[in-house]
C-alpha cells in the first residue's frame, strides 16, 4: 500500500518564525490536501494543493499565512508563517490515490509554537 | 457554507453495539466516509457510501440517506481496541473534489 512520509514529525519554534512541512507519496496521486487538528478537535481543511499552480484556499486560510507549493505530482509542501502559539495544532498531508477508495493521511506534524 | 455534525462523546461496554450518528447539510455532496483515528495517529478509512443504504464490513457497518441528510456508524461486538474518535466526513464536489470533516465523536469503550 501506498506510504505517505511527513516530516518534520514534530517541531518546537518561537513565535515570529516559520515552518515548512514536507509530504512526499510513493504512489501515484489525484489531488493532494492540507489539513490541521487543533488539540481534541477534529480536522479543519486548509487548502487543496493544486500541481504546477496556487493552491485553493478554504475559508479562514490564506496564502500569506498558510503558503503551499506542489511542484510535482508526488510532492507538497505546507508553510505556516510568523507563528503565534495558536498555530500549535497537528498539520496533516492528505492525499487520493489513484488505485485506492478514500483519502490516505500523512502521520502528521505536532507544531508547538512557544 | 456547511454543517456535519457529530455527538461529541459516547461511552459503551465492551461486547456492546453503538451508533454514532452524523448529520450534515452541504453543497456539492458526492459521498460520504468514516474514519477512525486512535490518539496521536493519522486517521484510518473506516467505509464509504454514495448511496442511500447500509454498508457492511465486518463489525462496522454504515448507512447513508441522501435525501435526510444522515449517516450513522455501527459498531457492534466492541471490543476495547475501539475506543477512539471516530469522525464523518462528506466528500463535495464544487468544480474539484475534497473531503470536509465533521465535529468528530469520541468513543470510550469500558469493560
Known amino acids: 500500500s501506498a506510504v505517505i512520509s511527513q516530516k518534520p514529525s514534530r517541531d518546537i519554534c518561537q513565535r515570529g518564525t516559520s515552518l515548512t512541512i514536507q509530504c512526499q507519496v510513493d504512489s501515484q496521486v489525484t489531488m493532494m490536501f492540507w489539513y490541521r487538528q487543533q488539540p481534541g478537535q477534529s480536522l479543519t481543511l486548509i487548502a487543496t494543493?493544486?500541481?504546477?499552480?496556487?493552491?485553493?484556499?478554504e475559508s479562514g486560510f490564506v496564502i500569506d499565512k498558510f503558503p503551499i507549493s506542489r511542484p510535482n505530482l508526488t510532492f507538497s509542501t505546507l508553510t505556516v508563517s510568523n507563528m503565534s502559539p495558536e498555530d500549535s495544532s497537528i498539520y496533516l498531508c492528505?492525499?487520493?490515490?489513484?488505485?485506492?477508495?478514500?483519502?490516505?493521511f500523512g502521520s502528521g506534524t505536532r507544531l508547538t509554537v512557544v | 457554507g456547511q454543517n456535519i455534525d457529530q455527538p461529541t462523546e459516547m461511552t459503551a461496554t465492551e461486547g456492546a453495539i453503538v451508533q454514532i450518528n452524523c448529520t450534515y447539510q452541504?453543497?456539492?455532496?458526492?459521498?460520504l466516509f468514516w474514519y477512525q483515528q486512535h490518539a496521536g495517529e493519522a486517521p484510518t478509512f473506516l467505509s464509504y457510501n454514495v448511496l442511500d443504504g447500509l454498508e457492511e464490513k465486518g463489525r462496522f457497518s454504515s448507512f447513508l440517506s441522501r435525501s435526510k441528510g444522515y449517516s450513522y456508524l455501527l459498531l457492534k461486538e466492541l471490543q476495547m481496541k475501539d475506543s477512539a474518535s471516530y469522525l464523518c466526513a462528506v466528500e463535495m464536489n464544487t468544480g474539484f473534489q475534497k473531503l470536509v470533516f465533521g465535529t468528530g465523536t469520541r468513543l470510550l469503550v469500558s469493560p
Open positions: 452541504t453543497s456539492g455532496f458526492n459521498g
Open positions: 492528505s492525499v487520493r490515490l489513484v488505485q485506492k477508495l478514500g483519502y490516505t
Open positions: 494543493a493544486n500541481q504546477g499552480s496556487e493552491a485553493t484556499y
